[in-house]
T-cell receptor, first 113, second 116 residues
Framework: GESVGLHLPTLSVQEGDNSIINCAYSNSASDYFIWYKQESGKGPQFIIDIRSNMDKRQGQRVTVLLNKTVKHLSLQIAATQPGDSAVYFCAENYNNAGNMLTFGGGTRLMVKP | NAGVTQTPKFQVLKTGQSMTLQCAQDMNHNSMYWYRQDPGMGLRLIYYSASEGTTDKGEVPNGYNVSRLNKREFSLRLESAAPSQTSVYFC???????????????FGPGTRLLVL
């Protein structure tokens, strides 16, 4: 059977370091993007969003960067903490798809104390 | 304010059995969604409801039906469960007042379903 989805990319960082999680999105017509954090056994939790008329947006300890030229989205977490350990998903919304989201495969962030 | 709640948390079914997953939100949101998440993968949209009284198919609707009972509640029904429907099911809601608007979706804790 297919196993490509069973092994998430993993980013391992030291506590206190900055983390950068990357996402390549698929549709050049997408104009709204969201980052979600999912802890084990829980539902996705909203972190930050960005619309296509922006290339950077900052929240508390998090920054999202959008590069529409290469269809790339990144999430930067400053001073990573053990509580940041989770799987992070990016999601995109096509500009003609109402509020329907398409999710990426996720990246697991592991924070070493 | 509980946000999005789902019942049950866990369920084991035999092939061919039916069941309904319940979802409710107390945020007065217009839009509600059902997703499934398979191991190590992102979420895939099953069905959504842009407003009370309307439902539409998402990416993977086969084998499922939904009911938008009222503004608060959106249920997902498996009429004849199959092992391929073993997954974690998430309900979400968003304010999204219209199909063209874009609003953050807020998720429930999930229902873990095993079909034997």
């Amino acid at each position: 059977g297919e196993s490509v989805g069973l092994h998430l990319p993993t980013l391992s960082v030291q506590e206190g370091d900055n983390s950068i999680i990357n996402c390549a999105y698929s549709n050049s017509a997408s104009d709204y993007f969201i980052w979600y954090k999912q802890e084990s056994g829980k539902g996705p939790q909203f972190i930050i969003d960005i619309r296509s008329n922006m290339d950077k947006r900052q929240g508390q300890r998090v920054t999202v960067l959008l590069n529409k030229t290469v269809k790339h989205l990144s999430l930067q977490i400053a001073a990573t903490q053990p509580g940041d350990s989770a799987v992070y998903f990016c999601a995109e919304n096509y500009n003609n798809a109402g509020n329907m989201l398409t999710f990426g495969g996720g990246t697991r962030l592991m924070v070493k104390p | 304010n509980a946000g999005v709640t789902q019942t049950p948390k866990f369920q084991v079914l035999k092939t061919g059995q039916s069941m309904t997953l319940q979802c409710a939100q107390d945020m007065n949101h217009n839009s509600m969604y059902w997703y499934r998440q398979d191991p190590g993968m992102g979420l895939r949209l099953i069905y959504y409801s842009a407003s009370e009284g309307t439902t539409d198919k998402g990416e993977v609707p086969n084998g499922y039906n939904v009911s938008r009972l009222n503004k608060r509640e959106f249920s997902l029904r498996l009429e004849s469960a199959a092992p391929s429907q073993t997954s974690v099911y998430f309900c979400a809601s968003s304010e999204a007042p219209s199909l063209s608007s874009k609003e953050t979706q807020y998720f429930g804790p999930g229902t873990r379903l095993l079909v034997l």
